[in-house]
């Protein structure tokens, strides 16, 4: 049986490591379904660490705005049959204080215009959006509830999630809220709001422990 071809863009973020150590932990325990694990990073080289820790992936640097890279991945990996978008400009402020370079990177044209290149369009693409594309007047959205984005980040995801719908047949998109966790392999700083919630966390939990 021929393995699955997974390929994780923004492999470097903190979604995107932890996403990799679960599909390479996966192959390790010997799951019914084995990968071929490949990534995307923007900076060079790619975290050591990370290397280190799943050094059966492929590391691809890609350059979000022009494409540039993801021709090399053709080459060598092949087509994927999943791709998991985690790459984005997450942090609200940097989008509000530079609008245009959130959209070019959080509107994902050039991954679909390269899933676009192949053949067949046998690809799953699932996308990471947020829930901020919600203008988060009540709880519980629904999904046929309206997207009313308030802010530049909520607005470039809601055009991301437009873009993909109108260009590419087979695809998911996840509405995600705040994701937190353990620090990842090779470590990715957490804004503020993220560092408090998990001091919290860690304290409610050792303090539940001690008792």
Same mark, same amino acid.
């Given at each position: 049986?021929?393995?699955?071809? =997974?390929?994780?863009?923004?492999?470097?973020?903190?979604?995107?490591?932890?996403?990799?150590?679960?599909? #390479?932990?996966?192959?390790?325990?010997?799951?019914?379904? #084995?990968?071929?694990? +490949?990534?995307?990073?923007?900076? @060079?080289?790619?975290?050591? &660490?990370?290397?280190?820790? =799943? %050094? @059966? /992936?492929?590391?691809?640097?890609?350059?979000?705005? !022009?494409?540039s890279g993801f021709e090399a991945i053709s080459n060598t990996f092949g087509q994927p049959d999943v791709v998991v978008n985690c790459a984005a400009i997450s942090v609200p402020r940097a989008c509000e204080i530079d %609008?245009?370079? +959130?959209?070019? =990177?959080?509107?994902?044209? @050039? &991954?679909?215009?390269?899933?676009?290149?192949?053949?067949?369009?046998?690809? &799953?693409?699932?996308?990471? @959006?947020?829930?901020?594309?919600?203008?988060?007047?009540?709880?519980?959205?629904?999904?046929?509830?309206?997207?009313?984005?308030?802010?530049?980040?909520?607005k470039t995801k809601v055009a991301a999630e437009e873009f993909i719908s109108e260009n590419f047949p087979n695809f998911a998109i996840l509405r995600s809220s705040i994701i937190y966790g353990p620090q990842t392999v /090779?470590?990715? #700083?957490? /804004?503020?709001? =993220?560092?408090?919630?998990?001091?919290?966390?860690?304290?409610?939990?050792? !303090? &539940?422990? #001690?008792?």
């Amino acid at each position: 049986m021929s393995k699955v071809k =997974i390929l994780v863009v923004g492999g470097t973020g903190y979604l995107g490591q932890h996403l990799l150590q679960a599909y #390479a932990h996966a192959n390790a325990n010997g799951t019914p379904f #084995a990968f071929d694990l +490949a990534f995307t990073h923007h900076s @060079s080289p790619p975290p050591r &660490l990370l290397l280190d820790a =799943i %050094p @059966s /992936s492929l590391p691809f640097q890609v350059d979000f705005k !022009t494409g540039s890279g993801f021709e090399a991945i053709s080459n060598t990996f092949g087509q994927p049959d999943v791709v998991v978008n985690c790459a984005a400009i997450s942090v609200p402020r940097a989008c509000e204080i530079d %609008p245009d370079n +959130a959209h070019a =990177i959080n509107v994902p044209s @050039s &991954l679909v215009k390269w899933l676009q290149s192949f053949e067949k369009n046998r690809t &799953l693409l699932i996308h990471l @959006s947020t829930d901020q594309v919600y203008e988060g007047e009540k709880s519980f959205y629904k999904e046929e509830d309206n997207a009313v984005p308030v802010n530049v980040y909520g607005k470039t995801k809601v055009a991301a999630e437009e873009f993909i719908s109108e260009n590419f047949p087979n695809f998911a998109i996840l509405r995600s809220s705040i994701i937190y966790g353990p620090q990842t392999v /090779s470590p990715v #700083a957490k /804004s503020l709001p =993220i560092q408090v919630l998990v001091q919290y966390v860690d304290y409610v939990l050792s !303090t &539940l422990l #001690a008792n």
